[in-house]
């Protein structure tokens, strides 16, 4: 076995692919020898670099292959190959001729700006800045060489500038093509190589039947505390933590993979694997994933789909899918169902005469508003399961707001009741009571089937129901994994995994991850800033490290709506063509659609492809600037993000509760809203209102970690 594993950055992989096939061959020559020692000088072969503690190059004729090695984790990261004479360019830096300086690379040489002392970066450019040639002319065998399908060549050839290049529609060049065009006329320098993934290179020869075409991509490596964690704690139920960006996700989808494959060196064959999260668009991303980690483990078929023993779903579609087999018959109810059922048990509440016995219920639920109710019946009544009146009496009701004692229980619970029957009469199911009768049907055991193991992303976003049918549907507690961050619950209440389900005890198997592989250092601060506030604000998730730093989040005081969407169009365009991205890298979130559709409605009027869309019709790859709902945003990522609107009665949003401690819970769970918004941002984070009416939210925004204008 080789003792040094390798890997590579993504920007190794351009460089690579411009090579010719002997000089191909004679990299991956290099590499079967440097598996073995890639630190022991050899002649002129291996030197070290100067300036750097743990750099080396390899000399082939011409040509020198940079990498860095990591003596404690046997671990190589090929970084850059290219001609001597300007390889070494990339990787200049104030120590290059100090050795006493001398630095290791590593996250920490990623870009850090001195922000405070450049104000001219946040001024904004002429309006049509000079246009920037690119620096080498696209051509069919150069664009070949860099694994570019001839479907795209005409596009790319007519591209002579940058900005026509970032503009070209994701309908005629995909945005992975265009990224690997621009790696390959922009060679990264040492702190955008420090900022990148590692990818794991299995086989020098890989990298030969990547450039052949017959590999479509590499893997990204695991760091050092995410790897312990996908084989960790096998002897029960699981818990890890951690902030946005953290890679609990990543770590989840590397758990299924290290469990495919103990299950089929111990037995010979695919274990049954339950996958779920909240979205459905985190389930497609984590499909599409899976099928990359998982084919090398696993033959899949002709179209890479998953064995049927692995089942990638939402835990509502589980629910459902239980229902539809039990040969129950049901429709779902929707908001306008719901908002007529409780009507009618308001009605059927209504004191009839005077003395009548119903009149201190109704006294007792009267100043209650119907929203305030309805998510009482979701999240408390319905979210853990409450069979009885019993059942609710004794229910946590933490992070609700209004204190109940026993006679409102007990009036809200006549009204459930009530509300509940008229559904039913109708044969409709809201979500959450289809959950508990799914639940009630493996309870049973009327539905059988059991999975061995059973992984729950993003777990806080599920009511407690849901992650015990998670629980059940689990053939041994010890299958049992979970990722959760609590800082971004935006629909759960506050409650203890032991509380969920008797084999959900994830004491002393709880783990936390530090690193932020997302935002940049100061996004995440300030988006920290925004949540400390909060009672149940989870501050030891947040101590990370960053392994991107950037400018500060940017916030804009407007004179109006269109000024507003004037300087978000701007910021947009300037923050694109500093990431050599094309604008539809950027989404702006709103809170409703009353304000995303004029929105984008004013981009589109500035030359900028925009287009709102809610949650059911978001699509990632929809060629234009994604205006959408900070509810729909949940768990994704985007390089440019606005958040916009940022205004008394939107964000937060206005509320009927009048009781201190219903108002406080709305504000909590309205910052965590804007919180959620903000932590989407990957390198630029832009936050816009009206000067006339400023969210509340606005003046905790720190001075030190925001800029403002």
Not at 181 to 193: C, E, S
Not at 217 to 226: M, N, P, S, V
Not at 288 to 297: F, I, M, N, T, Y
Request: with cysteine; net charge negative.
């Amino acid at each position: 076995m080789n003792s040094w594993q390798i890997t590579q950055k993504p920007a190794y992989v351009s460089d690579f692919v411009e090579l010719n096939k002997n000089l191909q061959q004679a990299v991956v020559s290099a590499l079967q020898e440097l598996e073995e020692d890639p630190v022991t000088p050899r002649g002129n072969t291996i030197k070290k670099m100067k300036g750097y503690t743990n750099v080396y190059r390899y000399r082939l004729g011409d040509f020198r292959l940079l990498y860095a090695a990591e003596l404690n984790a046997r671990m190589i990261q090929l970084l850059a190959i290219g001609p001597r004479g300007t390889v070494y360019q990339r990787f200049d830096f104030p120590g290059w001729d100090a050795p006493e300086t001398a630095v290791a690379f590593g996250p920490e040489l990623a870009a850090k700006p001195e922000w405070m002392e450049h104000p001219e970066w946040f001024q904004a450019e002429p309006q049509e800045p000079q246009k920037e040639k690119l620096p080498r002319k696209l051509t069919p065998s150069l664009l070949t060489k860099w694994r570019v399908d001839p479907l795209y060549h005409e596009p790319l050839m007519r591209c002579l500038y940058e900005d026509d290049l970032l503009n070209i529609p994701e309908n005629k060049v995909p945005p992975e093509v265009l990224g690997r065009v621009m790696d390959g006329l922009y060679p990264a320098t040492v702190d955008q190589l420090a900022a990148q993934p590692d990818q794991v290179l299995f086989k020098p020869e890989d990298l030969l039947r990547y450039a052949e075409g017959t590999l479509t991509g590499f893997l990204l490596h695991l760091d050092k505390q995410q790897e312990p964690l996908t084989n960790w704690a096998l002897s029960g139920p699981t818990l890890v933590k951690g902030g946005p960006g953290s890679g609990k996700s990543t770590v989840a989808l590397y758990r299924l993979r290290e469990i495919v494959t103990h299950h089929l060196a111990e037995t010979g064959q695919v274990p049954t694997i339950l996958f779920t999260t909240y979205t459905n668009a985190l389930i497609n991303a984590s499909e599409s994933l899976l099928r990359q980690l998982l084919g090398d483990v696993l033959e899949l078929d002709k179209r890479g789909n998953l064995p049927k023993e692995i089942r990638i779903t939402t835990l509502h579609k589980t629910a459902q899918w239980i229902a539809r087999r039990s040969g129950e018959r049901f429709d779902m109810a929707y908001d306008n169902h719901r908002q007529q059922a409780l009507q009618a048990a308001r009605a059927a509440l209504q004191p009839r005469q005077l003395g009548d016995a119903s009149i201190p219920l109704a006294n007792a639920i009267a100043d209650l508003r119907d929203d305030y109710l309805l998510a009482e019946f979701d999240w408390v009544i319905e979210g853990q399961n409450c069979q009885s009146e019993a059942d609710y009496l004794g229910a946590n009701r933490n992070g609700r707001g209004l204190p109940f004692n026993q006679m409102r229980r007990q009036a809200v619970w006549q009204l459930y009741t009530h509300y509940r029957q008229t559904l039913l009469e109708q044969n409709k199911y809201t979500w959450g009571h289809l959950t508990q009768f799914a639940l009630a049907q493996v309870q049973s055991g009327d539905f059988s089937q059991r999975w061995d193991y059973v992984i729950v992303d993003e777990a806080q976003d599920l009511p407690p129901a849901a992650l015990a049918l998670a629980v059940e549907l689990c053939r041994e507690p010890a299958g049992v994994f979970l990722t959760a961050d609590a800082n971004q619950s935006l629909y759960n209440r506050s409650f203890r995994w032991g509380q969920v389900h008797e084999n959900l005890n994830v004491q002393g198997r709880t783990r936390i991850l530090k690193r932020n592989y997302r935002s940049t250092r100061q996004i995440a601060a300030a988006a920290a800033d925004i949540m400390r506030p909060v009672p149940d604000f989870d501050e030891e998730a947040m101590v990370q490290e960053y392994v991107h730093a950037g400018l500060p989040p940017l916030s804009y005081a407007a004179s109006g709506s269109e000024d507003q969407a004037r300087w978000i169009g701007q910021q947009i365009y300037e923050a694109a063509r500093k990431l050599r991205l094309p604008v539809n890298a950027a989404t702006v979130l709103v809170y409703s659609s009353s304000v995303g559709q004029p929105l984008a409605e004013a981009l589109s009027q500035q030359g900028l492809p925009a287009k709102f869309m809610n949650s059911s019709q978001f699509d990632l790859d929809e060629p234009c600037i994604k205006i959408t709902t900070l509810h729909a945003a949940k768990g994704l990522e985007f390089p440019i993000v606005v958040v916009a609107y940022v205004e008394a009665g939107r964000l937060p949003r206005d509320t009927e509760a009048t009781e201190p401690e219903e108002i406080e819970a709305h504000l909590y769970e309205q910052r965590r809203l804007f919180f959620v918004g903000c932590t989407r941002a990957m390198r630029h984070l832009f936050v816009t209102y009206d000067k006339q009416v400023p969210s509340p939210f606005i003046a905790d925004l720190s001075l030190e970690r925001w800029q403002q204008t």
